[in-house]
């Protein structure tokens, strides 16, 4: 290796959130689309990546020529496998690198490859020669069908591990599985979710903001992006020859932080908070005003709780409209959509309202709860009611396709 690389060789990182972009949002010169950008994510790889990046070119040079780069993304490796690639980059200018000096990790190493990429499909794949390079061709064939992904899966036909111990066999059906647990509506669409290599459509992650975890990459575009169509295929995950897997004990705890981390998105737990804090000034606003109507106003009790009541139920819709769900009513402008929004919303209150006094006569003349706490589990259960049915008819994303 000769010791000419200069900074010039490197293309820079991309910073910020994990954020994929619209290719002519950006205003970066040079951002013509290309159809494919590849991620080479490395960490020590030195040995494998001259052979890797050939014959990945000799399988795209047939089915994509001059219309794909490779982007190697390594993270600083001792053995200067960016050297290496920043080598190669003279020789073949499809060939792009990023070293990383401050993050670290595969996940993240593959996005912000993304990030820096002009590509129509945006793909990833090992850098140490265990995913075959000629899959890429099946892959692509998904691609042109008409997928928004094409995975390369170890568990279809003509798929498999070449000489996996037992021990690593078991480990990684585990994991599986309990992703299949944890989150069933994601882990269930695809036979081999570990994977980690694949193309997706970059229209299918437009404007998602990823925060990934470790190693499993896919979990996270499977969870987050819009993908509806998905093509497999199968391949035989090759033995290492060089070098050495990355994988730890750490590995494994991340992913199952990851899932946590994927569940929660997934319930918009941070939505519902809004929602219950929305809910709780809602609490405030009936006493205040029922104490107003009865103090000054000389109202009858029935007709100043229903003012109560409606006064703070507008003000629950209120924050609502333009925090809870912000993100949702702001691609639904104009007083006509709020008007039905919040007239869903009184329906939805109301039918909230009837289960409250059912469940109450249900806690405490049936089961004998004391009243007081059969009115908390009420109201809890009642919050939970309000805010599904709110999330699933007033503040619906219409599945329309963009
Ligand atoms: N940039 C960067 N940063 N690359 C990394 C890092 C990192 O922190 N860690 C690993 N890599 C690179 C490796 O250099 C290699 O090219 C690739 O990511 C995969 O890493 P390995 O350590 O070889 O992983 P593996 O073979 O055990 O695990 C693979 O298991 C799946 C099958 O279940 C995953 O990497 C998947 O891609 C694969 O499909
Ligand atoms: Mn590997």
């Known amino acids: 290796m000769s010791q000419n690389v200069k900074l010039e060789d490197l ?18 010169i040079n951002r013509k689309s290309i159809e494919l950008s590849l991620i080479i994510p ?34 600083n490796s001792p053995d200067f496998t960016w050297k ?9 200018s499809q060939v792009k690198v990023i070293r990383r000096e401050s993050e670290k990790g595969l996940a993240t190493a593959t996005i912000r490859g993304w990030q820096a990429a002009k590509g129509q499909v945006l793909g990833v794949i090992d850098g140490d020669l265990q995913h075959p390079p000629h899959i890429l061709t099946r892959l692509w064939q998904e691609i042109e069908k008409g997928a928004d992904i094409a995975i390369a899966s170890r568990n279809l036909e003509g ?12 480990l990684s059906r585990g994991a599986q599985m309990l992703g299949l647990l944890v989150l069933p509506e994601v ?32 979990v996270e575009v499977m969870a987050r992006g819009n993908i509806r169509w998905i093509g497999e295929v199968g391949y035989i995950f090759q033995e290492r020859k060089t070098g050495e897997s990355k ?21 918009q737990i941070d939505r519902f908070i809004r929602f219950g804090v929305s809910g709780f000034s809602g609490v405030f606003i009936n006493l205040a005003v029922l104490y107003f109507l009865r103090e000054f106003a000389d109202l009858g009790l029935t007709r100043s709780a229903i003012i109560a009541a409606e006064i703070a139920i507008a003000n629950n819709f209120f924050w609502n409209d333009r925090w809870t769900f912000k993100d949702i009513s ?19 209150c109301l039918s909230g309202l009837i289960l409250n006094i059912l469940l109450l006569n ?22 939970f009611w309000n805010y599904w049915f709110n999330l699933k008819l007033s503040w619906r994303t219409t599945d329309t396709k963009k």
């Open 84 to 92: 290496f690639a920043a080598e190669l980059s003279h020789k073949y």
């Open 42 to 75: 490395t960490y020590n790889e030195s040995k494998n990546i001259e052979q890797l990046i050939q014959i990945i070119i000799n399988t795209l040079d047939r089915i994509v020529v001059n219309q794909y780069e490779l982007i190697v993304v390594d993270d």
């Open 330 to 348: 702001s691609n639904q402008k104009g007083i006509h959509n709020r008007l039905i929004r919040f007239l869903k919303f009184n329906l939805i």
């Open 362 to 383: 249900i806690l405490y003349n049936l089961l004998g709860i004391n009243e007081y706490i059969a009115n908390i589990i009420a109201i809890a259960i009642i919050t």
């Open 187 to 218: 882990m269930g669409r695809i036979s081999d979710p570990m994977s980690g290599y694949f193309m997706v459509r970059r229209d299918a992650l437009l404007g998602k903001t990823f925060n990934p975890l470790g190693y499993k990459i896919l």
């Open 247 to 267: 994988v730890t004990h750490q590995q494994y705890l991340e992913y199952l932080l990851h899932l946590i981390r994927l569940r929660l998105h997934l319930w």
């Open 159 to 170: 798929g498999g591990v070449s000489e996996w111990s037992i021990a690593r066999r078991f």
């Open 11 to 28: 293309i820079p990182v991309p910073t910020g959130i994990l954020r994929i972009n619209n290719l002519f949002l950006d205003r970066q």
